[in-house]
């Protein structure tokens, strides 16, 4: 579904600061993998979700998705294919806009914005039933500012929006980092669910051990811009949380 | 009351220029200075219109081109060359200075004698034939700006200014929404600029200078009383920015009728307008007391 083949990507390149954030990478992705991913800072997760977006261009290597080359599209038009929650909940959401106004947003993604008026009662409905889902009580509010509510509801809000038409690719990038242990859970027991019930292709990054361990189907760890080690299902369930401190702790 | 009917009939001229630095501003989150040029550019594009017998219905979208012009140029010196906002808006408001001397020819041309948008038709008071016309022009403006926010292209360009990373990551191309915004204000502006050479009967070249400010100003008072109502309907947020231009325009007749020097008005506005945007910060006595 998704190929990535031997991207690489530079930062100040030539310089004395020299980093290479992606190395030669080569990661095929198949269709309903939910990939977790793992790896010290720096070794090149964030810079991968973000060749893989459009936000950052690869210096070398092609990207395929779904056999369709994406790698010279810019961020704006793979978002057609690909959907993003990001570690600040505040990223995921307009705070001015009303929850509806964000979900016609949503809904729209990767077509035509046209000058008409999108959320009708229909469409209002249609979101008041998708919030309701959440049991968070916001199925009365969703004229209210996005601003008003607080990361956890943010960040449960941006992963239902992400699934309001069909995506090929979602990529979560530490999506619980910034929220409180309990609003954590919430979110990624929202987004098992969710991944669940529409089938996504997934592409997990996390520094939490725990999750790591409890959600997905594939272990990828990340070191120097290059995959380190790549977990089926079977040798992931047998991991333990110790084995996977002992990994950050080779180098 | 002839004063301050006239301060309201200014006032009316100055509302599509309010709204649109309301939109960029609050909008689009950009600060855009390319109003001062524009804004002349609408009133020049008019004298010299109205002085070749240009008629209103093919002068009028001439206007707004013109302004939409000098928005694409903004948007183009900011979105493909990479230049800071206000440098991009600098930059082409001090190049407009040029063209707009050139095209009107000289530094100001009288327009009292030309046909134009406030010849009344019926035989009324002239003051109130153009409170009619101008406050008709706003309605409609207002209404029409309301619907367009309101749309799914609206949802995207108030989008744009509010989380640029989440709506590129919904697939908006926020450089082609910041285009079609700044053309859009642009538009309006040189539309009030035309407005304002009809009203006041000339066109001069100066005329624009500092009214980026008294935009500010009028979006600030909109902004304070948009807090006290606590609305989000968009409709009537505008409708308080229309408000609010009056309201300016309305303090500065005040300060003219108490015998204020005309000369001083500039610093007035731009005290006045200090205030305005000082006050709901409210430091100013706690600061006080520290020194004491």
């Excluded at chain 1, 038409?165 to 309990?182: G, W, Y």
């Excluded at chain 2, 909008?27 to 219109?49: E, H, M, Q, R, W």
């Amino acid at each position: 579904m998704l190929n990535i083949q031997q991207v690489t990507k530079t930062f100040f390149l030539n310089k004395p600061n020299e980093i290479k954030a992606l190395d030669n990478l080569t990661l095929t992705i198949n269709s309903g993998d939910f990939v977790v991913i793992v790896g010290a800072n720096g070794s090149g997760k964030s810079t991968l979700q973000h060749v893989i977006s459009g936000n950052l261009e690869a210096d070398a290597g092609a990207l395929t998705l779904d056999g369709q080359s994406i790698g010279n599209l810019p961020d704006y038009k793979r978002s057609k294919w690909i959907a993003r929650v990001f570690q600040n909940p505040l990223q995921g959401t307009a705070p001015d806009l009303s929850i509806v106004d964000n979900f016609r947003l949503a809904a729209l993604r990767g077509e035509r914005k046209k000058v008409k008026i999108g959320t009708d009662q229909v469409f209002t409905h249609r979101v008041q039933e998708q919030v309701r889902l959440l049991g968070m009580g916001l199925e009365d509010k969703i004229h209210q500012p996005m601003g008003l509510l607080s990361g956890g509801q943010r960040q449960a809000l941006t992963l239902l929006m992400t699934v309001m038409n069909d995506v090929k690719l979602l990529l979560l990038d530490e999506p619980t980092a910034a929220l409180d242990p309990r609003s954590a859970k919430k979110v990624m027991e929202l987004a098992h669910e969710l991944i669940q019930k529409y089938r996504l292709t997934v592409l997990f990054i996390t520094h939490n051990m725990k999750e790591a361990l409890t959600y997905g189907d594939r272990l990828i760890q990340l070191a120097n811009g290059r995959i380190k080690r790549d977990l089926t299902k079977r040798e992931k369930d047998i991991l333990k949380p110790q084995d996977l401190y002992e990994w950050f702790n080779e180098d | 009351m002839d004063f301050y009917l006239a301060a309201i009939v200014q006032g009316l001229c100055l509302v599509p220029m309010g709204l649109g630095i309301y939109i960029t501003m609050k909008i689009f989150n950009f600060p855009d200075i390319t109003t001062d040029g524009s804004y002349t550019l609408g009133a020049v594009i008019c004298a010299v219109g109205l002085t070749h017998h240009v008629p209103l219905s093919i002068l009028i979208p001439l206007i707004f081109f013109g302004g939409a012009i000098a928005g694409t140029l903004t948007a183009w010196v900011h979105t493909r060359l990479k230049i800071n906002a206000l440098l991009s808006g600098i930059l082409v408001m001090t190049g407009l200075y040029s063209i707009n001397l050139t095209l009107l020819g000289r530094s100001n041309i009288p327009l009292l004698a030309y046909t134009n948008l406030f010849t009344p038709i019926f035989d009324i008071n002239p003051l109130l034939n153009q409170l009619v016309i101008t406050a008709s022009m706003v309605l409609l403006l207002i209404c029409g700006l309301s619907y367009l926010l309101r749309t799914d292209f609206g949802i995207a360009m108030r989008a744009t200014g509010n989380n640029e990373v989440m709506v590129r990551s919904l697939g908006v191309n926020t450089a082609t929404m910041k285009w079609i915004g700044l053309a859009l204000t642009n538009a309006m502006v040189a539309f009030s600029g035309s407005l304002m050479a009809q009203f006041q009967g000339f066109t001069d070249i100066n005329m624009g200078i500092g009214i980026v400010i008294s935009g500010l100003g009028s979006v600030m008072i909109a902004e304070a009383i948009i807090r006290w109502f606590a609305t989000e309907k968009i409709g009537i947020h505008l409708l308080f920015v229309a408000m609010g231009v009056i309201i300016f325009q309305l303090v500065l007749a005040f300060t003219l009728s108490i015998g204020i020097d005309a000369t001083l008005l500039k610093l007035l506005t731009s005290c006045f307008v200090l205030l305005i945007v000082a006050l709901p910060t409210g430091n100013w006595f706690s600061s006080l007391k520290r020194f004491y």
